[in-house]
């Protein structure tokens, strides 16, 4: 069935680094692309999302932009802050019909440091 | 507005009890659907409901269901409780109104379960 890969960490990067967090997926079609994020005590919000192919999304200094030649969807920004901190997963829609369900990749704990 | 309320926040049971958990999607969001998160598993889909109907299941034992009502709110079950059903238990809701698959989620603070 379809499935994301993604880097798991925890990543540690310094505030004001260039971070990148790698996304892959498998997939019949070309399905929409998301990045959800888990800040501490907080629910699951979504952050950024591309519904085709090489489209870009962005948010908050967050970039990812949607590559059917290599199925992935790297989460970017160029200079992070402490208050970047959170759990991040990247998530495609889940097979099946129905059309909210989404299968997560298993999240990439961010850490930064000031 | 408020956003999606779930209840309990926090329960513990033991092996063999069942549990319900309550979902209130957004005002006039007609889609609610479940997810279990767990450290070995992370995040996965159980299922989804739109208009008191079952859309998509996830691939979860028959001890897992759920049920919406005509006011859009929504319960799920687990009977014959298993130490392995310790998590936190999402629920997310939308609108419904963009095309199947591109909708954006909004998830409530979840109910973490915790079976003895």
């Known amino acids: 069935g379809d499935s994301v890969t993604q880097m798991e960490g925890p990543v540690t990067l310094s505030e004001e680094a260039f971070l990148t967090i790698n996304c892959t997926y498998t997939?019949?079609?070309?399905?929409?692309l998301f990045w959800y994020v888990q800040y501490p005590g907080e629910g699951l919000q979504l952050l950024l999302k591309?519904?085709?192919?090489?489209d870009k999304g962005s948010n908050k200094g967050f970039e990812a932009t949607y590559r059917k030649e290599t199925t992935s969807f790297h989460l970017e920004k160029g200079s992070v802050q402490v208050s970047d901190s959170a759990v991040y997963f990247c998530?495609?829609?889940?097979?099946?019909?129905?059309?909210?369900?989404?299968?997560f990749g298993k999240g990439t704990h961010l850490i930064i440091q000031p | 507005k408020a956003g999606v309320t779930q209840t309990p926040r926090y329960l513990i049971k033991t092996r063999g009890q069942q549990v319900t958990l309550s979902c209130s999607p957004i005002s006039g969001h007609r889609s609610v659907s479940w997810y279990q998160q767990t450290p070995g598993q992370g995040l996965q889909f159980l299922f989804e409901y739109f208009s008191e109907t079952q859309r998509n299941k996830g691939n979860f034992p028959g001890r897992f269901s759920g049920r919406q009502f005509s006011n859009s709110r929504s319960e799920m079950n687990v009977s014959t409780l298993e130490l392995g059903d310790s998590a936190l238990y999402l629920c997310?809701?939308?609108?419904?109104?963009?095309?199947?698959?591109?909708?954006?989620?909004?998830f409530g603070a979840g109910s973490r379960l915790t079976v003895l």
């Open positions: 997939a019949t079609g070309y399905p929409s």
């Open positions: 997310a809701s939308s609108l419904l109104a963009g095309r199947s698959g591109a909708n954006v989620l909004t």
């Open positions: 998530a495609l829609p889940y097979s099946g019909g129905g059309a909210d369900g989404l299968t």
């Open positions: 591309a519904t085709k192919a090489d």
